[in-house]
Structures are given as C-alpha cells and as structure tokens.
C-alpha cells in the first residue's frame, strides 16, 4: 500500500505551506495592528522574535521527521507476490544506544538553549526590578464578570476620594511607560491584551504591576484569558492607546464630569418628595 505514503507527504506539504503562508497574513497569529506593523509594543515583538524562533526550530524538526516518514512508509510497503505471499520478511532488532542517546541529548540542548534564550525576554516583562518607575495609571480588578479600572483622579493618587472609575475601558497613551495594579475580588482571571502579547494572571490576595507600552495609537481589545465562570466571555474590555497626554487628559476630565454628575442626581432625591 504505497498510497498511503502519498497522502501522508501531502498533508505534510500542506502543514508546511501554512507555515511559511502564516506570517504573511495580517491576523496570523493574535490579532495585529495592520500590516505592518504586525505588533506594536517593545515586548511584542520580543515575543513574537521568540516566537518565531521556536517555529523554525519546530518546523525544521517537522520537516525532517516527515521527510523519514513518508520515505520509510513508501520504502517497507507491504509488497506481495502473484501468490499473495509476502516479499520480504520483517526482521526484528533490539534499537540503538547510541541512537537513543543523541534523541535524547539533541531535543535537551535545544529546551536549554531555548531556556537560556528567552530569559531575558522573560525578566523584562516579569521580574518586578524590571518595573518603570512611573506612577502607575490605574488599578485594575478583575471579578465575576467584568474589569474595573480605577484612575487616579485630579489629585494624581490612587486609592483617594475623587477617583475616577471606567468598566471594561482602559485608556493610555502611546510611547509612554504604563504601569498598573491588577487585583482580583473573587477567583483567578487573566489580563490579556492580546495586541500587546501581555498576559498576566489577576490572582485574589495579590497585588500584581503589570506594565507595558505602544508605539502606536488605536483601539485594541482586553480579554480576560482565564476561564473564570460562565461569564468569562463577558469580560471583554476596550484598550484606547491615545495620540498624546491632552488627548488622554481630555478624556479622563470628560469621564469625571459624567461621574460626578451621576453621583450628584443619586445624591440628590427626586423633585416632589
Ligand atoms: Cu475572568
């Protein structure tokens, strides 16, 4: 049955087109702003270098093991003769030390290379000595099931009297540091700006920074990319990167005259009572 050989080279040649065609599709892998850019924060395209990186290493290993494959499958077919007797008979060996040995030592020198390698990456986004020094933006806290972003309001302080309060829309703006404090109310949660390759878990009892940056302005998506109840897919939120400090400001001075209006009419009892 050398057919069988055929198709099992066909569907490896097309997994390797869809490798080679995925990087030039503008969604290719998470959500992208355009092409190009494909990516537009400092630790994305770290992320995404690593990325590709690992698909090389993958897809040349594909490559080879397929190519093995689909040889030995077409090479040792069962073949028959007039009389439906076998052709050859199989032979039985014990494997190779030796062979084992380097399988073994090859794939181990590439996971440490690979460890080695993206340790940087790693400690860029993840060590805390590695957090800007800038006041942070906002508090960000994930619960069953939505993101509530608090700001600092006029007095530039967290955690004061007159802070401003958004659900599911975080604000900031481009080629600036941002850092932010991710909390959780009830149960684990994942803050996942996709666009950013930002991904942190929001763990209750924890106080976590998070920060990050754009060179480029736009509205983007917040996920929460933990699957955190029955309405997970609720807690979609909206990144707006602004073009620039007033733009952002005018927002925020926006939402605050909003706030206080609406706090003003619950505080305020109905004429005619
Ligand atoms: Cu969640």
């Not at 066909?10 to 969604?27: G, K, M, N, Q, T």
């Not at 290493?57 to 499958?73: K, R």
Request: hydrophobic letters at 45%.
């Amino acid at each position: 049955m050398r057919y069988w050989s055929v198709l099992f080279g066909l569907a490896a040649v097309l997994c390797v087109l869809a490798f080679l065609y995925a990087p030039f599709s503008p969604d290719w892998w998470v959500p992208t702003a355009g092409t190009p850019p494909h990516v537009i924060s400092t630790f994305g395209r770290e992320i995404d270098s690593l990325f590709l990186i690992i698909l090389f290493i993958t897809g040349i290993v594909f490559i080879g093991t397929q190519i093995v494959f689909v040889w030995a499958s077409y090479r040792f077919a069962d073949e028959r003769d007039a009389e439906g007797r076998p052709l050859r008979q199989a032979q039985y060996f014990h494997g190779s030390q030796r062979l084992e040995v380097i399988w073994t030592i090859i794939p181990a020198a590439i996971l440490v290379f690979i460890a080695l390698y993206q340790m940087g990456t790693w400690a860029s986004i993840k060590f805390r000595s590695a957090a800007p020094r800038v006041p942070p933006l906002a508090e960000i806290t994930g619960r069953q099931f939505q993101w509530v972003i608090r700001y600092p309001g006029p007095d530039g302080k967290l955690n004061t009297g007159d802070d401003l309060f958004t659900e599911n829309d975080l604000h900031f703006v481009k080629n600036h540091q941002v850092l932010i404090y991710l909390k959780s109310q009830d149960v684990l949660h994942s803050f996942y700006l996709p666009i950013l390759r930002i991904k942190q878990d929001a763990v209750p009892g924890m106080t976590i920074p998070v920060w990050f940056d754009s060179d480029t302005a736009g509205q983007f998506e917040l996920v929460c990319a933990e699957l955190c109840g029955w309405g997970h897919y609720k807690m979609r939120g909206k990144v707006t990167i602004h073009e620039n400090e007033a733009e952002f400001q005018k927002w925020v001075d926006g939402q605050l005259a909003e706030q206080n209006r609406s706090q003003l009419t619950m505080a305020t009892p109905p004429e005619g009572r």
